[in-house]
Every structure is written in structure tokens, then in C-alpha cells.
């Protein structure tokens, strides 16, 4: 069985069509947001990967006064730096990707736009666990893989406690909350209806319908 071919109108665009628009308050205080929290994450991070060394050395001069001797100490210590450096190039790497998707989310991208919503989620998490290295980092367990006895956990985490200056768990936790607030606004400006209806760039072209007969002209 065959098919005629229907003629495509020579005026008709094969591609689709990019829609101009104006960009909306929205997308650009969305921009303007992770601009910032890009900015807060970047302090956040540096701040505590450049503690990370005297943390350490604090806890360790912390620790014998907790009952914990030196090997354990030694054991909790490369389990603190371990946490604290990950948690800090984590935040470090998702503040650069989200400067990089405020660019993105500005220059009307729509990957840039669905990454930015999925990177709102990730960075909350990663907030997260910052604040409870910090600012609850005594309840957390630094002898975990390690062969100190359990019954030297709560001492262990006490020495980490008073290790920790009070302006970085000062500067982390109050960062962090920022940083939360700004996602959570970015999160709320890019699903708002304007801004999904300007990321809808193209369209696509019109099928052509197939030519019909035009009725006999009557006389």
C-alpha cells in the first residue's frame, strides 16, 4: 500500500521556532539567589576545609583529658578530618555548580532551569550534614570503623565538641540557613508559572494538511 506524499508549505519553518520573551522578576531574582548562595556556599566551604588542620590538632590536645589515650585519639582524628574535608569540598563543588546554573537559569537554559531544581535538593541535604558536624557534631559517633571502645563515644565526641572554635560553628550554621532559605526561594521562583511558560522556548511547526479539492465553480 502506498501513501501520497503531502507538500510541505515552503514558508513553513522544518525546525522549531524560538519564542522571544521578556524574562520575568521571577528568573531573574531565581538568578540573583543562586548567585548568592553560590557566594555563601563558597565562604561556607573554605572556612571549614582551612579549620580542618586545627580542628584536629585541638582534638587531639583535647582528648587525654577525656580518658581517650593517644592511638584511639589518633584513630578519631583521621575519622574528623575525613568527615570535615568531604562535607567542605562537597559544599565547595556544589557552590560552583550552582553559580555556574544561576548563569544558565539567566540566559533562559532549560537544563540549566530542571538542574538548578535538582541541585536545590542535594545542597539542602549537603547543608545538613554540615550542620551536624559542627554544630552537633557531639552527638555524632568519630569512633565509628575504628577499634576504640564504645564506652569512650561520648568522650570521644566531647573532646570534638570543645575542639571546635565557636566562630565555625557560628559562621556554618548561620551560612548554611541562608543558603536553605535561598534554595528553598529559588526552588518556589522557577516552578512559579511565569517562569515555566519563558523557558518554553520553541514551538513546533504546524503539520501541513493534505490539499483538498475545491468545489466545482458554479456557472
Known amino acids: 500500500m502506498t501513501f501520497d506524499r503531502v507538500p510541505l508549505d515552503p514558508t513553513t519553518p522544518r525546525d522549531p521556532v524560538v519564542i522571544a520573551r521578556r524574562r520575568p522578576d521571577s528568573v531573574t531574582f531565581a538568578g540573583a539567589a543562586m548567585y548568592g548562595a553560590a557566594v555563601l556556599g563558597l565562604l561556607s566551604s573554605i572556612a571549614q576545609i582551612a579549620a580542618v588542620a586545627a580542628v584536629v590538632a585541638a582534638f587531639r590536645s583535647r582528648a587525654p583529658g577525656w580518658g581517650v589515650d593517644d592511638a584511639d585519639a589518633r584513630a578519631a582524628a583521621t575519622v574528623i578530618r575525613t568527615v570535615l574535608l568531604s562535607s567542605g569540598l562537597g559544599a565547595l563543588v ?126
Open 94 to 219: 556544589l557552590a560552583v555548580l550552582t553559580g555556574i546554573l544561576g548563569r544558565g537559569v539567566l540566559r533562559r537554559n532549560e537544563a540549566a532551569r530542571i538542574g538548578a531544581l535538582v541541585l536545590v535538593a542535594g545542597s539542602l541535604g549537603c547543608g545538613l550534614v554540615r550542620t551536624s558536624v559542627t554544630a552537633f557534631g557531639r552527638n555524632i559517633d568519630w569512633t565509628v570503623g575504628t577499634d576504640t571502645p564504645a564506652s569512650l563515644t561520648g568522650n570521644v565526641a566531647q573532646a570534638y565538641s570543645e575542639a571546635l572554635p565557636g566562630w565555625l560553628v557560628g559562621l556554618a550554621g548561620g551560612l548554611t540557613d541562608l543558603q536553605a532559605l535561598g534554595y528553598i526561594a529559588v526552588a518556589i521562583l522557577l516552578l512559579a508559572p511565569a517562569s515555566q511558560e519563558y523557558f518554553r522556548t520553541r514551538v513546533s511547526p504546524a503539520v501541513n494538511p493534505a490539499p483538498t479539492e475545491s468545489p466545482p465553480e458554479q456557472e
